[in-house]
């Protein structure tokens, strides 16, 4: 009997014993998730931090290395924010290199020192060292400007607010490897700014310098902008990383377009057909003949022979009556089959638009940059935004913001 007590006492104490170790182990292994735990938070947090700065530097490149450095810090500092667990301040570097296609890269590293709590018994677990990195590219961009300077820019104040707007919308954008070109259309087309890689911002702001009050006048040639700006982009190549983009700005109705009239029994080549007399509903219809003389038929039911003539109507598919309505929903619809050429897989263009003041076919402007609000939106195609200045006062904005958007499909 002496004999089991003594054994159930030894017993009682082994289990002890082996409970004490079990719980020093429980205790280690519960110390170890708590304080590397801690260290994952934090390394989740940096992730974030550089993932931000690497986007927001890349995004800056523009202004150059050291003013991209402080807003990539900035940007860190604010998505890090401040650390409840006793961790270092972290410590961040930036770097910048280019790729085998010489596009640009930054590079964000950021680690941090965490004292640990439970683990820190063990000499070499008094701290965990968190750390991160991230790396973005910012690609070329081949960007055309296709700007509306129609007669109808003079009485909206347009004429005076969209100089500054272009100037500081090219701002945005790197002179030293990005392209850039400007297309102006109203009765006419010109290329006031043919597609080149860097040194652009100079040349652009020589060309808004002349945008005085007298620079605008004419009609409203928006296909023949746009196929402009199709032939603008397609005219370089640039390797590499590459996004090709088209800004399109107009005020009002698009009513020009540019075939072959039937008029007076005779077929003219036409450089312009369009509407004269105004951008509601206007009365007139005038054409050019290639020379650039001015004919201008007064069609008012007075029986001027062209008022009779006909034109192709790409909308219709058939020869129509030369009446404005009729010009003027071809002159869209020619417009519009021209920016989805600029979408097609062969040209990958993504198209912006942007539209000033009331007078607008909202809807025109929506299909232009195949908006997700358009009436034939096409979600395999390169997808735009269309964006409406309700007044000149507003282009400045409108465009800083459509600046900011490209730069964000820039950036990766």
């Known amino acids: 009997m002496a004999f089991c007590r003594k054994s159930l006492q030894g017993q009682r104490g082994q289990i002890l014993i082996l409970c004490a170790i079990s719980m020093i182990i429980l205790i280690l292994f519960v110390g170890l998730a708590v304080d590397f735990g801690l260290a994952y938070v934090t390394k989740a ?137 400007v297309v102006t259309f109203a009765s006419n087309v010109s290329t006031d700014v043919a597609m080149q890689t860097g040194g652009f911002k100079t040349k652009v702001k020589n060309l808004t310098a002349k945008m005085n009050y007298s620079y605008f006048g004419g009609a409203t040639f928006s296909d023949g902008g746009l196929q402009q700006g199709l032939i603008q982009n397609n005219s370089i190549t640039v390797s590499g990383n590459v996004v090709k983009v088209v800004v399109f700005f107009t005020d009002g109705y698009a009513n020009t377009i540019q075939d072959t009239l039937s008029c007076g029994g005779g077929h003219h080549i036409a450089n312009g057909l369009w509407n004269f007399g105004g951008y509601d509903s206007p009365s007139q219809v005038g054409f050019m003949y290639p020379t650039g003389t001015d004919q201008t038929p007064q069609c008012t039911g007075t029986g001027t022979s062209c008022c009779n003539g006909k034109f192709p109507s790409h909308a219709t598919g058939k020869l129509e009556r030369i009446k404005w309505n009729k010009v003027s929903d071809d002159s869209e619809y020619r417009a519009i089959q021209t920016s989805n050429t600029m979408r097609s897989d062969t040209n990958n263009m993504i198209v912006y638009s942007i539209g000033l003041g009331s007078n607008l076919n909202k809807d025109f402007l929506y299909q232009i940059a195949n908006d997700p609000n358009s009436s034939t939106y096409d979600s395999t195609k390169p997808v735009g935004q269309a964006a409406f200045a309700p007044t000149a006062a507003d282009l400045q904005v409108i465009f800083q913001s459509l600046a900011s958007k490209i730069l964000l499909r820039l950036t990766h």
Do not use: C, E
Request: a neutral charge; zero cysteines; aromatic letters at 8%.
């Open 45 to 181: 947090r940096l992730g974030k931090a550089v993932d931000a700065a690497a986007l927001a530097g890349a995004r800056n490149l523009y202004q150059g290395q050291t003013q991209a450095t402080a807003i990539a810090k900035s940007s860190f500092a604010m998505n890090y924010g401040s650390s409840n667990f006793d961790a270092s301040t972290p410590i961040l570097n930036v770097t910048y290199t280019t790729d085998a296609d010489d596009n640009k890269l930054i590079n964000v590293t950021a680690n941090a020192t965490i004292k640990t709590f439970f683990i820190a018994l063990l000499p070499q677990f008094k701290t965990l060292k968190a750390t991160s990195s991230a790396q973005s590219t910012r690609a070329h961009v081949l960007l055309t400007l296709v700007l509306d300077k129609s007669g109808s820019m003079q009485n909206n104040g347009g004429w005076s607010a969209l100089p500054p707007a272009v100037n500081t919308f090219i701002s945005y954008f790197d002179d030293t490897v990005d392209s850039v070109a």
